[in-house]
C-alpha cells in the first residue's frame, strides 16, 4: 500500500512514522507548504518532501492518503483524494461541520472508498482494554458511563485555527471532546440524545465552549455524565468509567493505568484488578509522550488497512467521524437552549 501525506507537522511526523514502521506501506511523499515541514515529516522514511500536493494523487502515484492539516483544510482534500480514487485516513476531527462531514461520507461511498477518522485515543492500551472488558461482558451491561477530558486550553494552541471556531468548529467539544465523544460510541455504542451546560467564561473565545457538561442517553439505555474541559489546570487527563452490575471498570491516560472491580451479583464480594503500564510510563520517561500517541497511530494504521480490505476492524469509520462532529454541535445547542436535544436515528447501513 503505498501513501501520501498531506501536512507534515506535529502530528504529521508521527503519522509518517507510523507508516514506514508497517511492514506492508512504503510513504511515497509528504507535502507541506512550511520551510522545512515536508523534510523534517520525510527524514528517515525515505518519501520525498515536496511544498505542493497538487500533482501526488494523480494516477497509481499512490494507494491512500493521510491528511493532517490544518481543520479548514480536511474536506477540500479529502475530496480531492476521493475523487481521484484513493483511500483516505484524516486527522481528527472529520470536518469542522456536519454538513462537510456529510459530504465527505457520500462522496466516500460514490468512490467507493475508504475514509477512516484518527481517533488514535482508541488504541491507547487502557481504553483497548476497557473495550475488551465491556465486550466480554465481565462487568455485565453498562448501566452507566463517566467520562472526562481535559487540558489547560488555550496554554496549549500554537495556532487560531485549533481553537477559533469559524476555524475549529468549536471549542472543547471539537478538541478533546471529540475523542472522548468517540470513546463513549466505541464502548457502548450510539447516543441518542444530549443534556448540556456548557460556558466560554474562562478563555473568552467567542462561539468556542472552554468547558461542556453534558448527559448523554445512549440507544443501549447506558447513561452518560461527560465532561470536555480546556479548564483542567491539572493538566492533559483523559479518563472513563463503566458500570454495570456485575462491577466496573476504569481506563485512564495520563498516566496509563485500569481499574476493574467485578462482582457475581450487585453487592456480592468483589474483586479488584489494576493495570499501570510500567514500559509505557517508562519509555515515556524517557524518551517523551511522543511514543504512546506514535504506537497507537501505528495500531490505527493496521485497523485502516483492515478497514480498506473489508474486514472487521478497531478503526473509526466517517460515520463515527460525522456522529462525533453531530454530538458536539447538539452539546452546544443544547447549552444554548437550555433544554435537551435528540440526535437523528442511526441509518441502518452507518459506515
Ligand atoms: N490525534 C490527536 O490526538 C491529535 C492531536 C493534535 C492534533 N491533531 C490533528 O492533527 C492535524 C494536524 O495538527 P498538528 O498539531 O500537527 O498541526 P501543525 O500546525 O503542527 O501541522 C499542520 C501542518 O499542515 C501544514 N499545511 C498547511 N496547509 C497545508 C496544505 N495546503 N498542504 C499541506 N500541508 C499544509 C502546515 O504547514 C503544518 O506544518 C489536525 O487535524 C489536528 O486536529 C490530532
Given at each position: 500500500m503505498k501513501f501520501v501525506q498531506i501536512g507534515g507537522g506535529v502530528i504529521g511526523e508521527m503519522r509518517a512514522r507510523s507508516v514506514v514502521a508497517h511492514p506492508d506501506c512504503t510513504l511515497v511523499a509528504v507535502a507541506d507548504p512550511a520551510p522545512g515541514a515536508a523534510e523534517r515529516a520525510a527524514a528517515g522514511t525515505g518519501a520525498r518532501a515536496v511544498s505542493d500536493a497538487a500533482a501526488l494523487f494523480e494516477g497509481a502515484h499512490c494507494d491512500a492518503v493521510i491528511v493532517s492539516t490544518p481543520l479548514p483544510l480536511h474536506e477540500k482534500i479529502i475530496l480531492e483524494a476521493l475523487a481521484a480514487g484513493k483511500h483516505v485516513l484524516v486527522e481528527k476531527p472529520l470536518a469542522t461541520t456536519l454538513d462537510a462531514c456529510a459530504r465527505i461520507r457520500e462522496a466516500a461511498r460514490e468512490a467507493g472508498r475508504t475514509v477512516a477518522v484518527g481517533f488514535n485515543h482508541r488504541f491507547y492500551p487502557s481504553f483497548l482494554y476497557m473495550k475488551r472488558v465491556i465486550d466480554e461482558g465481565r462487568i455485565g451491561r453498562v448501566d452507566s458511563v463517566r467520562v472526562l477530558g481535559g487540558h489547560d486550553g488555550l496554554a496549549n494552541f500554537r495556532e487560531e485555527w485549533m481553537y477559533k471556531a469559524e476555524m475549529?468548529?468549536?471549542?472543547?467539544?471539537?478538541?478533546?471532546?471529540?475523542?472522548?465523544?468517540?470513546?463513549?460510541?466505541?464502548?457502548?455504542?450510539?447516543?441518542?440524545?444530549?443534556?448540556?451546560?456548557?460556558?466560554?467564561?474562562?478563555?473568552?473565545?467567542?462561539?468556542?465552549?472552554?468547558?461542556?457538561?453534558?448527559?448523554?442517553?445512549?440507544?443501549?439505555?447506558?447513561?452518560?455524565?461527560?465532561?470536555?474541559?480546556?479548564?483542567?489546570?491539572?493538566?492533559?487527563?483523559?479518563?472513563?468509567?463503566?458500570?454495570?452490575?456485575?462491577?466496573?471498570?476504569?481506563?485512564?491516560?495520563?498516566?496509563?493505568?485500569?481499574?476493574?472491580?467485578?462482582?457475581?451479583?450487585?453487592?456480592?464480594?468483589?474483586?479488584?484488578?489494576?493495570?499501570?503500564?510500567?514500559?509505557?510510563?517508562?519509555?515515556?520517561?524517557?524518551?517523551?509522550?511522543?511514543?504512546?500517541?506514535?504506537?497507537?497511530?501505528?495500531?490505527?494504521?493496521?485497523?485502516?488497512?483492515?478497514?480498506?480490505?473489508?474486514?472487521?476492524?478497531?478503526?473509526?469509520?466517517?460515520?463515527?467521524?460525522?456522529?462525533?462532529?453531530?454530538?458536539?454541535?447538539?452539546?452546544?445547542?443544547?447549552?444554548?437552549?437550555?433544554?435537551?436535544?435528540?440526535?437523528?436515528?442511526?441509518p441502518e447501513t452507518a459506515g
Open positions: 475549529s468548529g468549536g471549542g472543547a467539544m471539537m478538541d478533546i471532546g471529540i475523542h472522548m465523544t468517540d470513546l463513549v460510541r466505541f464502548m457502548v455504542g450510539e447516543i441518542e440524545s444530549v443534556f448540556a451546560s456548557t460556558g466560554n467564561r474562562v478563555w473568552n473565545v467567542e462561539r468556542s465552549e472552554d468547558r461542556a457538561h453534558v448527559l448523554m442517553q445512549a440507544v443501549s439505555g447506558a447513561s452518560v455524565s461527560y465532561e470536555a474541559t480546556w479548564n483542567e489546570w491539572k493538566g492533559y487527563e483523559v479518563w472513563m468509567e463503566a458500570y454495570g452490575e456485575r462491577g466496573m471498570v476504569r481506563a485512564q491516560y495520563g498516566p496509563m493505568s485500569n481499574l476493574l472491580i467485578t462482582q457475581s451479583r450487585p453487592g456480592a464480594a468483589r474483586k479488584k484488578e489494576r493495570n499501570f503500564y510500567p514500559a509505557v510510563a517508562l519509555r515515556e520517561k524517557l524518551v517523551g509522550w511522543q511514543t504512546t500517541a506514535q504506537r497507537s497511530f501505528e495500531d490505527e494504521l493496521a485497523q485502516f488497512l483492515l478497514q480498506i480490505a473489508g474486514e472487521r476492524s478497531l478503526g473509526a469509520s466517517a460515520w463515527d467521524g460525522l456522529r462525533a462532529v453531530e454530538i458536539a454541535n447538539a452539546t452546544v445547542a443544547s447549552g444554548e437552549r437550555g433544554e435537551p436535544v435528540r440526535l437523528a436515528a442511526a
